[in-house]
Every structure is written in structure tokens, then in C-alpha cells.
Nanobody, 122 residues
Framework: QVQLVESGGGFVQSRGSLRLSCAAS????????MGWYRQAPGKQRELVAF???????NYGDSVKGRFSISSDNRKSTVYLEMKSLKPEDTAVYYC????????????????WGQGTQVTVSS
């Protein structure tokens, strides 16, 4: 099994900044990619940013130029720097990982964190 532990969410005023972290642990052979999705009340879950090994990061249109994703492969951790936050960024942010797990048979699976709330006041 693989666990994703998120941190860094909270309450911030409009135009403020926050930094989210997500650390993966467990039966990891290799992480193919990690990133963030978000879900606001009454809306579908949407891509925020995702890093796939060996490829440029992919961002949702609404956060381009304001959010930046980075990773520390030694720590199996991904970070999301969020700047110029807007009230419409308010959502639960979920960490997502595409992982090859160790075991008798190597398996590729997708994992989700429990989510961290980000609230931006106007």
C-alpha cells in the first residue's frame, strides 16, 4: 500500500499565498507522476497541476501563471506553490500519485490523499 499525506492548507485572504506539500510513503518502487486536483462544492474534481517523470508539468488553465508545482524525488514529495490566490480557488485540494508498487508482482496504481481544505476570502 501507498499513503499520501498532505499538509499546508488553510485560510488566506485574496491575493495571498499558500504552499501545499504531499509526501508519499509505503510500498513504492517508482513514482511515475504526482500532482494536485481540487474540488469545490457542487463542482467536479479538476486538475490543478501534475508532474510526470521526464515531462514538463501540466497545469489547469485557471491556475497557469499563479501556481507552481515542484517535486523532491528523494523525499517522494510534491509541492504546490500557490500565489495570487482568488476566492474561486477555494476547494479541497487532493494529492494524486501514479505509482509502481513493490511486491510479488509489480503493480501500477493511482493513489489519492485525503484532501486539504484551502479557503480564500474576498
Amino acid at each position: 500500500q501507498v499513503q499520501l499525506v498532505e499538509s499546508g492548507g488553510g485560510f488566506v485572504q485574496s491575493r495571498g499565498s499558500l504552499r501545499l506539500s504531499c509526501a508519499a510513503s509505503g510500498s513504492i518502487f517508482n513514482i511515475n507522476g504526482m500532482g494536485w486536483y481540487r474540488q469545490a462544492p457542487g463542482k467536479q474534481r479538476e486538475l490543478v497541476a501534475f508532474i510526470t517523470s521526464g515531462r514538463p508539468a501540466n497545469y489547469g488553465d485557471s491556475v497557469k501563471g499563479r501556481f507552481s508545482i515542484s517535486s523532491d524525488n528523494r523525499k517522494s514529495t510534491v509541492y504546490l506553490e500557490m500565489k495570487s490566490l482568488k476566492p474561486e480557488d477555494t476547494a479541497v485540494y487532493y494529492c494524486n500519485a501514479d505509482v509502481f508498487t513493490t511486491g510479488v508482482v509489480m503493480t501500477r496504481r493511482e493513489y489519492w490523499g485525503q484532501g486539504t481544505q484551502v479557503t480564500v476570502s474576498s
